[in-house]
């Protein structure tokens, strides 16, 4: 099985490259090769099968980061919320451009590669108030919801016309990111928990009863590589699905920290910021999804084995790689 | 008010030019200027006000198109829905990076204008079962409607953005279009009213019993105005509306042809075509539109007057053009 990961240099596609090299296997078909692919090359984890990296821009995507014979394509490269807020043009021409040229990569192979790509939560609104079942419209607040939303409708035709086979999967919030903040708006739902276990002051811009629908680096994985290996027939013409993530609060955030490091939560510090405010207040906090279940996406784990499973996971590398000791 | 068509060498772009040509208004407001950009520069109606037309690709719009000073954009130009299922890039070059130079040329105005864009029923699949509300999903089962669906998107978010005003109307199929069969899906439902009344023999590819949701040139035309002047302000981020079509089946045309032309029915063949019916069949035959009408947007006239309307608009034009005397 040929893999490639567009985005394979961010967050989720290290992530996915680690779980390849560990296993070796997807959906129990052995791995043969891997392909990373991000603006600048990848490093590449040590595998038990060759792995290449590759540097380019996704809107002008070179041939070799989805080579002939490619099985299963992670197309997660983006330009997060906030970015794609402040630069129209570049959210566009990566967002959905970017989508266009996996499609025209797709198009080129002799046999239409598996899919997967990583959709979002803030393609929905309605804000606070809102828990919406798998049917709803998506009626995106912000521009990169807007091209995510416009760009699982690409991937969906292009699976209709079979230049693909695609999966689109909306992600909750990943929370614990690991090492700095950065562009996303959501950045703070992680650095609530990251910064405190770091011994680090952080801030808090929205009200503790502020309600959020998350999901761990852990479980995105695996659903990611669930979406890779499952079988599409049941899907028909709506590739999209809404995987079951966590509808929780800042509190009890703050809380499941405080269970795993008492005193850290003492670390958030509230300061309100109507920017950040505004974005994360028009997606939906709560889902009630019955179809990616039903189609094998695994529940999610408790919210305290989120904040755990970070301390395991990348506590260590986030010291390391931000010169913490 | 300045107003420009792109499309304006179309169908409906012509309706709304004629029409702005015989009332100088928009909305109760003069119209001072109006600028006409197709493929091909289109024909200047005759109007109390100056007519600019301009040929060209909508994908490459250039300034003149939507010159400074613009008040309204009627965004009409298209790759209709065979056509686009035909040439995937074309249909992608012009329904879908067509609406990105739209957005682009707004965005240099220094006023937003307001932006009517012609979505389409084709953009919802459910098939001849479906009657669906304003909230329903598109879930499109072809490309024009996909790349509908992603631009109406785009516009949505280019007017939360503050580049324009947009409103995009899901347009009902249009009956009866005068004029040659085209490579619309939808040609049919014209022909088997339009050909008879010229006295030609005519193919039908569904059953009588297949239902479609229609609207009339006049009030297609009508909702078009309407939308180009009407207060958005309730509108919020969801700038989309299913107005009020009819939704009636092909028996139920052939009985308003015979009721205007006794005898023209027996000029239609049965000839089943299953790459039409294919496409025309996903098309919900059904909306139960409540914010559309809500908004202003006048309820449908009778088949009958529909039938008549064609006699009276169209027929004559259509038989001089065909050469048919
Ligand atoms: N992390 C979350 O909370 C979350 C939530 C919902 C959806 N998602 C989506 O999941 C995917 C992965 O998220 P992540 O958290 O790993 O984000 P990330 O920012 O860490 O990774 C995205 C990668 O895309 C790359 N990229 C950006 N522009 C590019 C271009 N022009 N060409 C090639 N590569 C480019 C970046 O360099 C980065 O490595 C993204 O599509 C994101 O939108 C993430
Ligand atoms: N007529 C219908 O039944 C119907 C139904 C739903 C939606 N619509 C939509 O309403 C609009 C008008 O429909 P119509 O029936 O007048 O269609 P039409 O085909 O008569 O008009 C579309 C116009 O767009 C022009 N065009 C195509 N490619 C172009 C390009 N690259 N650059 C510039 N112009 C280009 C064509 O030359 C044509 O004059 C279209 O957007 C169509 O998709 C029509």
Redesign the interface.
């Known amino acids: 099985m040929r893999i490639s990961i567009l985005g394979g240099g961010g967050f989720l596609g290290r992530k996915v490259a680690s779980r390849l090299a560990a296993d070796g296997t997807l959906g129990g078909t052995p791995v043969t090769s891997l392909t990373l692919f991000d603006l600048a090359a990848p490093p590449a984890p040590s595998a038990p099968f060759p792995v290449a990296t590759l540097g380019g821009d996704i809107a002008a995507l070179p041939a070799a980061a989805i080579p002939e014979g490619t099985d299963v394509v992670f197309h997660l490269a983006a330009v997060v919320s906030a970015a794609a807020e402040a630069d129209?043009d570049l959210g566009?021409r990566v967002n959905?451009h970017g989508t266009?040229a996996v499609i025209d990569a797709c198009r080129r192979l002799a046999r239409p590669p598996r899919v997967v790509f990583t959709s979002s939560v803030a393609s929905f609104?309605g804000g606070q108030g809102a828990l919406l079942d798998d049917?709803?419209?998506?009626?995106?607040?912000?521009?990169y919801g807007?091209q995510k939303?416009?760009a699982e409708?690409?991937l969906?035709?292009a699976s209709?016309?079979g230049f693909m086979d695609a999966v689109s999967l909306r992600l909750p919030t990943i929370i614990v990111r690991p090492g700095r903040p950065n562009k996303a708006a959501s950045s703070f739902f992680s650095a609530i928990v990251r910064e405190p276990l770091l011994g680090l002051e952080t801030e808090l811009p929205v009200p503790d009863a502020f309600a959020v629908w998350v999901a761990s680096p852990r479980r995105a994985t695996e659903w990611l590589l669930h979406a890779a290996a499952m079988d599409t027939a049941p899907m028909g013409?709506?590739r999209s699905l809404t995987p079951p993530g966590l509808s929780v609060t800042v509190g009890e955030i703050l809380t499941a920290l405080e269970q795993v490091k008492p005193g850290a939560a003492a670390l958030v510090r509230r300061v309100a910021d109507p920017a950040i405010a505004a974005i994360v207040g028009g997606w939906p906090p709560g889902f009630r999804p019955v179809r990616a279940p039903a189609l094998g996406f695994a529940r999610h784990e408790p919210l305290v084995d989120v904040v755990r499973a970070f301390a395991a996971d990348d506590l260590d590398a986030t010291r390391r790689e931000r010169g913490l000791g």
Chains 1, 2 share one sequence.
């Open positions: 129209y566009r959905l266009d609104s049917d709803a419209r998506q009626v995106p607040a912000n521009s807007t939303a416009a409708m690409l969906a035709d209709r016309r013409l709506d």
